[in-house]
């Protein structure tokens, strides 16, 4: 059984900890110093001190904010697609929730923040439907946008954006270190970005003799189940996980979130399907039972090999983003894989 991402990353902080007290006479790490400038999704984003007040907008840049002990500089926050790590339950609790999928940028500015982070320039970007970074800036508040939406991407189309550049975990751990510059948290920087890292070379060990044999679909939802389904495309996330367990993508497409028809699918006949599983009710697919129900009933879709084998895998659909959750989709996949014996 995995160790949920919270408690392993707290293991993770005792362990520096206590290596950090034997190292007397080693320089710490650097403080930052004020006025501190970034460069992000293109703009220079500046810093007079530590924020007090974030808006978090994306389930992930909110976990991240609470691995590195932020909690309490944390107003609100807003897009959900499942429940937050474990461990964190009490403290998400005690924040404002502005909104389950997307706020109102009015709902933002009244929490008085003098940070708001995005996960997505689909809700802070150049056409953001939350808000503009520029309409955040003249009322002063600085705006942070993970760089795994917009480094390598474009998402001046709308949507969920093209993917040019192949999305690599280094994005994720260059938001871990942003924002623990931002807040002068290095050191806890540091440790999570090493944890991660950690978990990732353990899981990729565990199937390493897989490696080339094995193929997959990653479905994250259909905006209806008489239409195409939202697949993963071959730079995202997904792509990303199935690169780092040797495992190929049957889907090559730059988009993020292709539709592609079962019929295409079952013809490149996957040797497993990826389902994406989250407390989000956007669309019926939504619903992992719904995904279920599908698979075993659409004329198509039921007489593929993956789905007669049984070998259609539950994931959390965060993993499926590009965030610190990715790695637990590795994980996941890794122990699916291996219990199933397919790594054989």
């Known amino acids: 059984m995995t160790l949920s991402l919270a408690s392993t990353l707290r293991a993770g902080f005792c362990a520096i900890a206590l290596a950090a007290s034997g190292l007397a006479g080693q320089a710490a790490s650097a403080e930052t110093s004020y006025p501190l400038t970034l460069t992000n999704c293109g703009r220079q984003v500046t810093f007079t001190k530590a924020p ?24 609100g926050t807003a897009v959900w697609l499942g429940p937050v790590l474990k461990g964190y339950e009490e403290v998400n609790a005690k924040i404002d929730r502005l909104a389950d999928n997307d706020p109102s940028f009015e709902s933002v500015v009244a929490k008085k923040p003098d940070l708001v982070t995005a996960q997505f320039q689909w809700h802070v970007g150049p056409e953001g439907v939350v808000a503009k970074p520029g309409q955040f800036e003249e009322l002063g508040i600085p705006v942070y946008t993970s760089p795994a939406d917009c480094i390598g991407k474009d998402n001046t189309g709308g949507g969920d954006g093209v993917r040019h550049s192949v999305f690599t975990m280094d994005l994720i751990y260059q938001e871990i270190r942003d924002l623990a510059a931002i807040f002068n948290v290095q050191d806890r920087g540091e440790a999570v970005v090493a944890d991660l890292k950690k978990r990732e070379e353990a899981a990729k060990a565990k199937i390493a003799s897989a490696d080339g044999k094995l193929s997959a679909v990653f479905w ?125």
């Not at 978090?56 to 107003?75: A, H, N, R």
């Not at 539709?259 to 990826?274: D, L, Q, Y």
């Open 220 to 344: 994250f939802s259909s905006a209806e189940l008489d239409i195409d389904p939202y697949v993963a495309g071959k730079n995202g996330a997904p792509g990303y996980i199935m690169s780092a367990l040797g495992i190929r993508n049957v889907i090559d497409s730059e988009e993020e979130w292709p539709t592609v028809g079962w019929e295409t699918i079952a013809k490149a006949n996957p040797t497993m399907i990826v389902a994406g599983k989250m407390e989000r009710r956007r669309f019926p697919a939504d619903d992992i039972a719904v995904k279920h129900k599908f698979l075993q009933t659409d004329p198509v879709a039921s007489l593929m090999p993956a789905v007669k084998e049984k070998h259609v895998f539950e994931m959390d659909a965060q993993a499926m983003n590009p965030t610190i959750r990715t790695i637990e989709g590795i994980e996941a996949l890794a122990d699916a894989v291996s219990a199933t014996g397919l790594a054989k």
């Open 52 to 75: 007090t007040r974030t808006v978090s907008i994306g389930q992930s840049s909110t976990e991240i904010l609470y691995l590195l002990g932020l909690s309490d500089k944390v107003v």
